[in-house]
């Protein structure tokens, strides 16, 4: 290698200084929660929730008014005898019903809190008796507990309040005040819980009013070699759904046209999915500061030329390229806009000719791209297909009367942009602290042997976590659920379970993480912080 590449790469990844255990008084975080007792006990912790079948349905009504809501009722029953000194002693309101919003206030009310996350809803089953396990009776096999929510994310919400258990059990009270908020629909979107969590702090504490938000997300930790990288997401792609409702002519299946409207929907799925979005990896994209830790701390495990392309100053779209052929889709959907077909619906009855299709599709918009280019995109080739057919287009800038052919109407739902990018170098105390925070857990625990240093870097997360809701509250958002890579498996498919040991490092990562970030001075209020 060069001493020119070297040196002009030298700056690449620079590592927060691993912390140490603050001089606090409390138990060090490695001795506390490695005997057996912690493990037996955060078994029964874990699945105790897990037996809750709190399902959040797409078709879900408002709360009130659909009765599926109810069993969250439940699930706090359940956490008020799991965590009695938690019932007693720190404040909890009830947002909506059933968003949980716990309040430890400190002693310093100059300070913004943190904001800890997670939600209390999982995905439905899909086919219980596929399980090896049933899915809302929680197994434990010895080293994996199995069950709907194991993974995503009840292990998250059990790892908090577990550690939050843990410092008042030893007669804790925070100098920075720590909030915690789950919600009770994430996987729904979260408009009803993370949504009104999320205004009920900005009405009473403004905007920009807490110091870090730490939720789910990111992609783990990570080993090439002797290295471990975490990978905190500090950034989502966008989201929007397009609907297409295609309206023709019916009539006798017996006298069919050359091409029903399901025959010409399917064409124009065929011509949406023949011209996918292309990868791009520019300096916005926090991939990029992923490889470069890549490049600089595991030269041998990683492309002969990725360090020197990297430092060329090339063409991002060239480089998005070539790192999508060198590991697919690894990498493919961190840089790159993603379309899915996800729902068609169209006919009815098999002698009458289908008047209207429609169909969803799906997209997650990654930081490169603009979200109205994307939509014109869309609607340009949604047309050069019809067009054929003479069917007019409406919507998405087209305004065309209706043919004799029919007419596609064309709408976008539920937009989200791609979220603002957390700051993730040395500059950021907060970044130094949550990062520092994790080399001192992860070169610490008996599950990485071999590795000999922690490298986290800021990734970007491609699905949507309810820290969307709180984008308003602080530039410093962390969206990681602390687990090893392959750790935790069978998330949103069946046999979901979670290695316990994992879970107890969790744990750690949150006991430590609320010590070290209280001797942190700055993100202060103009004079006394807003309460709740």
């Not at 430590?512 to 942190?520: F, S, T, W």
Request: glycine share 8%; proline share 5%.
């Amino acid at each position: 290698m060069s001493v020119i590449l070297v040196l002009s790469t030298r700056r690449w990844c620079p590592l927060s200084p691993k912390l140490t255990p603050p001089d606090d008084g409390l138990e060090d975080s490695r001795i506390l929660f490695a005997i057996d007792e912690v493990l037996h006990r955060q078994v029964e912790r874990l699945s105790a929730v897990v037996n809750v079948s709190t399902i959040s349905y797409d078709d879900n009504g408002q709360v009130g008014e659909d009765m599926r809501w109810e069993t969250f009722g439940e699930l706090h029953t359940v956490l008020k005898r799991l965590f009695p000194v938690i019932a007693q002693q720190v404040e909890v309101e009830k947002i909506n019903k059933y968003g949980l919003l716990y309040y430890l206030p400190g002693t310093d009310r100059s300070l913004k809190p943190i904001l800890l996350m997670a939600h209390q809803d999982v995905v439905p089953p899909m086919d219980p008796r596929q399980w090896t396990h049933p899915p809302f009776q929680a197994h434990f096999d010895g080293e994996w507990l199995w069950g709907r929510g194991a993974s995503d994310c009840k292990s998250n919400l059990i790892g908090i309040l577990s550690a939050i258990d843990a410092l008042l059990a030893q007669a804790y009270t925070p100098r920075r005040s720590i909030l915690l908020a789950f919600g009770f629909d994430e996987e729904t979107g979260g408009t009803q819980g993370a949504a009104e969590i999320s205004r009920h702090l900005e009405r009473n504490m403004g905007n920009d009013s807490v110091a870090m938000v730490f939720d789910e997300g990111g992609m783990g930790v990570k080993t090439l070699g002797h290295i471990a990288y975490a990978l905190p997401a500090v950034a989502e792609k966008g989201f929007v759904d397009i609907i297409l409702t295609l309206e023709t002519s019916g009539g006798h299946s017996s006298r069919p046209p050359k091409h029903t409207s399901i025959g010409i929907m399917s064409k124009i799925v065929e011509a949406l999915e023949e011209n996918p979005f292309s990868p791009v990896l520019d300096q916005t994209n926090p991939m990029r500061n992923v490889l470069q830790c890549e490049a600089v701390h595991s030269p041998s495990h990683v492309e002969p030329w990725l360090r020197k392309e990297l430092a060329s100053g090339g063409s991002a779209h060239e480089l998005g390229e070539k790192m999508v052929n060198s590991r697919g889709d690894a990498i493919r959907w961190q840089i790159q806009t993603s379309q899915a077909v996800d729902i068609i619906h169209g006919g009815s009855k098999d002698n009458q000719l289908p008047s209207r299709v429609e169909l969803t599709v799906n997209y997650r918009i990654s930081t490169h791209d603009d979200v109205e280019e994307l939509l014109n995109k869309v609607a340009q080739r949604v047309a050069s297909v019809v067009h054929e057919f003479d069917i007019a287009v409406s919507g998405l800038g087209f305004d065309e009367e209706q043919t004799e052919g029919g007419v596609i109407r064309l709408a976008s739902k539920d937009l989200l942009r791609p979220s603002p990018i957390t700051p993730a170098n040395s500059e950021n105390e907060v970044w130094s602290i949550f990062s520092g925070t994790l080399r001192q857990v992860y070169e610490s625990v008996d599950t990485l042997p071999g590795v000999e240093t922690v490298v986290p870097v800021g990734s970007i997360a491609t699905g949507n976590s309810d820290t969307a809701h709180y984008w308003k509250l602080t530039r410093n958002i962390y969206r990681f659920t602390p687990s090893r890579e392959g750790s935790r498996l069978g998330i949103h498919d069946i046999d979901e379970r979670i290695q316990m040991s994992d879970h107890v490092e969790a744990i750690r990562v949150y006991y430590d993480l609320i010590r070290n970030i209280q001797a942190y001075d700055g993100d202060v209020c103009d004079g006394e912080c807003l309460d709740l």
